[in-house]
């Protein structure tokens, strides 16, 4: 009797272990996936953060005020206030992913109007600097919306 119970202790732990061995093993881990054109960090604070014109933040609210069209439905019902957009400014000055962060309640129409208006800005912006460098860099701007 106790030769039979050592041939299957034996005989299960043989079992076990084998079992074991194979869980452990894992089948080959995929290289990973490489994007075709990698896109370069975006940066929220730099050194130096990117500027509209010759840099003076009063220039950037003039070329807005200049640009603005006010949407004649939001005239007519009376719809004001502020809309915040965030875009990239690019290593050369130009402008890309608009993306709005908040929008006025009850109309579209406001936010459509300061993405247009702000596109007009691409290409006029001086780059954020990082470490003597232009990198890429994420911009919050308000677009004020007031009826006089």
Do not use: H
Not at 27 to 43: A, C, I, S
Not at 57 to 65: D, R
Not at 130 to 147: D, H
């Amino acid at each position: 009797m106790t030769s039979f119970r050592l041939l299957c202790s034996i005989l299960f732990l043989t079992a076990f272990t084998g079992l074991s061995a194979q869980s452990i093993e894992s089948p080959p881990v995929p290289p990973p996936l490489e994007e075709p054109f990698p896109k370069e960090e975006v940066f929220t604070i730099v050194e130096q953060m990117p500027s509209y014109g010759n840099g003076d933040q009063s220039e950037i609210v003039k070329f807005i005020s200049e640009n603005v069209v006010y949407p004649p439905s939001a005239m007519e019902n009376k719809i004001e206030g502020v809309v915040y957009i965030r875009f990239i400014v690019e290593k050369d000055g130009s402008l890309s992913d608009y993306k709005i962060l908040r929008d006025v309640s009850g109309t579209d129409e406001l936010s459509r109007e300061a993405i247009r208006v702000i596109k007009l800005t691409s290409g006029s912006w001086k780059p954020g600097m990082q470490s003597g460098k232009p990198v890429r860099v994420a911009y919050n701007l308000p677009v004020r919306f007031k009826l006089l």
